[in-house]
C-alpha cells in the first residue's frame, strides 16, 4: 500500500527566508507525485506536479527515488505563501484513479 | 466555468440518520471521486466513478455508497450516520480518470450530532 508522510503540521518562516516543506513518500512502483494548496477560505488547488518539472509561483520541487522524497522549495518566502499544504500520491499503472495524501503541512509567514 | 459545484456547504444530521451529497463536475470532465477529509488530516479516497459505474474504492464500509448520472454528476450517500463521519466531504472530478489530474470543489460540512 501507498503511504505519504509530512513530518511537520506547522511550520512558521520570516518572509525573505527559503522555505522547505518535506513530503515522503512509500510506494513499490513507479509513483507520481503532487503538491495541493489551500489558501484560507479557497478550495484545495493543485501547485506542483513532478512530471511538469514546472515552477509556480516560486515553488520547486524534485522526486527523489532514492531518498523517496518530493519536498517543496521556495527561496525567498511571501507573506501570500501562508497556506496548508498537502503532498500526494498517485500510481499511473493503475491509472492514477486515486490520490494519497499527507496530513498536510500549515505553513505562515511572519512578515 | 463554475468548476466543481457542491451541495449543500454545510449540514447537520442526528446519529443514525442518512444523508446525500450532491457534486456537479466541471465542465468537460467525465470523473468524479469522493474523498472524506476530516479535522487535522488530509482527505482520504473514498471511491471513484467513471461511465456510471464505481471504478475504485478506498477503505470505507458499505454505509457508504454513491451513484453517477448520465450528465456525469454525482451523488455521496452515507446510511446510519455514526458521530465519526463528521468531517469535510470534498468532490473531484477529473477527465479519464485522474490522467490530466483533479479539480476540487469546495466540499460539504457534514456535523454529526
Known amino acids: 500500500a501507498q503511504r505519504v508522510t509530512q513530518p511537520e503540521k506547522l511550520l512558521s518562516v520570516f518572509k525573505g527566508a527559503p522555505v522547505e516543506l518535506k513530503c515522503n513518500y512509500s510506494y513499490s512502483g513507479s509513483p507520481e507525485l503532487f503538491w495541493y494548496v489551500q489558501y484560507s477560505r479557497q478550495r484545495l488547488q493543485l501547485l506542483l506536479r513532478?512530471?511538469s518539472r514546472e515552477s509556480i509561483k516560486g515553488f520547486t520541487a524534485d522526486l527523489n527515488k532514492g531518498e523517496t522524497s518530493f519536498h517543496l522549495k521556495k527561496p525567498f518566502a511571501q507573506e501570500e505563501d501562508s497556506a496548508m499544504y498537502y503532498c500526494a500520491l498517485s500510481r499511473p499503472d493503475f491509472g492514477n484513479e486515486k490520490l494519497t495524501f499527507g496530513t498536510g503541512t500549515r505553513l505562515t509567514i511572519i512578515p | 466555468d463554475a468548476g466543481v459545484t457542491q451541495s449543500p456547504t454545510h449540514l447537520i444530521k442526528t446519529r443514525g440518520q442518512q444523508v446525500t451529497l450532491r457534486c456537479s463536475p466541471k465542465?468537460?470532465?467525465?470523473?468524479v471521486s469522493w474523498y472524506q477529509q476530516a479535522l487535522g488530516q488530509g482527505p482520504q479516497f473514498i471511491f471513484q466513478?467513471?461511465?456510471?459505474?464505481?471504478?475504485q474504492r478506498g477503505n470505507f464500509p458499505d454505509r457508504f455508497s454513491g451513484h453517477q448520472f448520465p450528465n456525469y454528476s454525482s451523488e455521496l450517500n452515507v446510511n446510519a450516520l455514526l458521530l465519526g463521519d463528521s468531517a469535510l466531504y470534498l468532490c473531484?472530478?477529473?477527465?479519464?480518470?485522474?490522467?490530466?489530474?483533479?479539480?476540487f470543489g469546495s466540499g460539504t460540512r457534514l456535523t454529526v450530532v
Open positions: 473531484a472530478s477529473s477527465l479519464v480518470a485522474g490522467l490530466y489530474g483533479y479539480t
Open positions: 465542465s468537460g470532465h467525465d470523473t
Open positions: 513532478h512530471i
Open positions: 466513478y467513471y461511465e456510471e459505474e464505481e471504478r
